[in-house]
């Protein structure tokens, strides 16, 4: 069966530059969602798309933005970044809002 | 506002032993979901179960089994004589049903289980 997507793995970049995280969900979920997971803490969520609409926001720093395409892939656009964006980024998608679906994880560190 | 507590930050078992990994919620709504996932070292989150607030029915599954208590806002995880394999962290999440929140999970701040051979 067909799992959540997210691209690249692993991402190393320097302080003050620009990451973008791809995520593509499952096919037919019309739901996405981005969570961050710092090491050794619960996973945090940031944002939600349903219908390529912006549908919840949670603890996400104004120096990230996300979007939903019309092919419901979705990108986490992060900037200027800081030590303290290294982090485990998750993808989920989700077919009613019920059950998330996780993608493995996009494993972020900034030195 | 919704919070998940799992008291336990690390458990550490002989294999075969048993073992209950506890979570506690609050929440305002009155339909809401509640999951286990599972995130073995590789870092993925795997998911294990899904309950609904109305569904008060334990569950069995093979080694694992959960038992949902709406009484104490409870829903705890046991495995059956633990394999090294269950090594893992185990997060306990909330998802309230309706209003504008569209699903996000709330989660617990995970239980390390080390199941020693």
């Known amino acids: 069966a067909a799992g959540v997507i997210q691209s690249p793995r692993h991402l190393i970049k320097e302080k003050r530059e620009t990451a973008t995280l791809k995520c593509y969900p499952i096919p037919r979920h019309d739901t996405v969602y981005w969570y961050q997971q710092g090491p050794g803490q619960d996973p945090q969520f940031l944002i939600s798309?349903?219908?390529?609409?912006?549908?919840d926001k949670g603890s996400i720093p104004d120096r990230f933005s996300a979007q939903q395409f019309s092919d419901y892939h979705s990108e986490l656009n992060m900037s200027s970044l800081e030590l303290g964006d290294s982090a485990l980024y998750f993808c989920?998608?989700?077919?009613?809002?019920?059950?998330?679906?996780f993608g493995p994880g996009t494993r972020l560190t900034v030195l | 506002a919704q919070k998940v507590t799992q008291a336990q930050t690390e458990i550490s078992v002989v294999e075969k032993e048993d073992v209950t990994l506890d979570c506690v919620y609050e929440?305002?709504?009155?339909?809401?979901?509640l999951f286990w996932y599972k995130q073995p070292p590789s870092g993925e989150l795997v998911f294990l179960i899904r309950?609904?607030?109305?569904?008060?029915q334990n569950e069995i599954s093979g080694r694992y089994s959960w038992n949902f208590q709406k009484s104490t806002s409870s829903f705890n995880f046991t495995i059956t004589a633990s394999q090294v394999v269950d090594s893992a962290v185990y997060f306990c999440?909330?998802?309230?049903?309706?209003?504008?929140?569209?699903?996000?999970?709330?989660f617990g701040q995970g239980t390390i289980l080390t199941v020693h051979p």
């Open positions: 999440a909330l998802k309230n049903a309706g209003g504008t929140s569209y699903g996000k999970l709330t």
């Open positions: 989920a998608s989700s077919p009613t809002r019920n059950e998330q679906f």
């Open positions: 798309f349903y219908e390529k609409m912006q549908s």
């Open positions: 929440t305002r709504d009155t339909t809401y979901y």
């Open positions: 309950r609904n607030s109305f569904d008060e």
